[in-house]
């Protein structure tokens, strides 16, 4: 099955700073999903990326998906204390319409 | 309001009974999807059904039983055989179908406690 390693586990950064999480694949992307979870509640859908070289942006958000497809990073500029949580890449799964996720990175951002 | 909505949000339950968690969705999505949330572990699926009447296995179904009755709801039972039920446990849909976006919609979640 398809494994998806995410780094760094966890982060600190200082509120105005720029931060990039990677999320890494053992088999191609056919379709990468970004969410964000606060912590204790559900997952909110960021973006989701399909094409290699594709880049989508929302607000501060930045995703990209490598051109061999098997590599994706999350990009946040001058960060602030409502981009705290945890970010968890999704990947298609070869049955059905479910996910495969990483870990997730777990975000806080301090004044 | 469309979205998801999860039942009860916290439980708590003795060794040895069953548990039911609700899953409600009025998106008119097709699948559902029961995924188990364990600190550093990520999300882990646990069932999924594509259309109303069936369902599959995930990867972590032993212990966990589903039913899709209707189009609307998907819960799911946390048996006694279930060995460590402790976790988060989240719900989710999509459209399905061949107008699947591949977008999940997830509920808040229900977190359940054995004591």
């Known amino acids: 099955s398809q494994e998806l390693e995410q780094s760094p586990q966890s982060l600190i950064v200082q509120e105005g700073k720029n931060l990039t999480i990677n999320c890494t694949s053992s088999k191609t992307l056919y379709g990468l999903y970004w969410y964000k979870q606060k912590y204790g509640e559900g997952l909110i859908f960021l973006m989701m990326?399909?094409?290699?070289?594709e880049e989508k942006s929302h607000e501060k958000i930045t995703a990209k998906l490598d051109e061999k497809k098997q590599q994706s990073s999350l990009h946040i500029t001058a960060s602030q204390p409502s981009h705290a949580g945890i970010y968890l890449c999704?990947?298609?799964?070869?049955?059905?319409?479910?996910?495969?996720f990483g870990k997730g990175t777990s975000l806080l951002v301090t004044p | 309001d469309g979205g998801i909505t999860q039942s009860p949000k916290y439980l708590f339950r003795k060794e040895g009974q069953n548990v039911t968690l609700s899953c409600e969705q009025n998106?008119?999505?097709?699948?559902m999807y029961w995924y188990r949330q364990d600190p550093g572990q990520g999300l882990r699926l646990i069932y999924y059904?594509?259309?109303?009447?069936?369902?599959q296995k995930g990867d972590i179904a032993e212990g966990y039983s589903v039913s899709r009755e209707k189009k609307e709801s998907f819960p799911l039972t946390v048996t006694s055989a279930q060995k460590n039920p402790t976790a988060f446990y989240l719900c989710?849909?999509?459209?399905?179908?061949?107008?699947?976006?591949?977008?999940?919609?997830f509920g808040e979640g229900s977190r359940l406690t054995v004591l």
């Open positions: 059904s594509q259309i109303v009447n069936d369902f």
């Open positions: 998106l008119n999505h097709d699948a």
């Open positions: 999704g990947a298609d799964r070869n049955s059905g319409y479910a996910l495969n």
């Open positions: 990326l399909q094409k290699g070289g």
């Open positions: 989710a849909s999509s459209i399905g179908g061949t107008q699947n976006t591949g977008e999940l919609f």
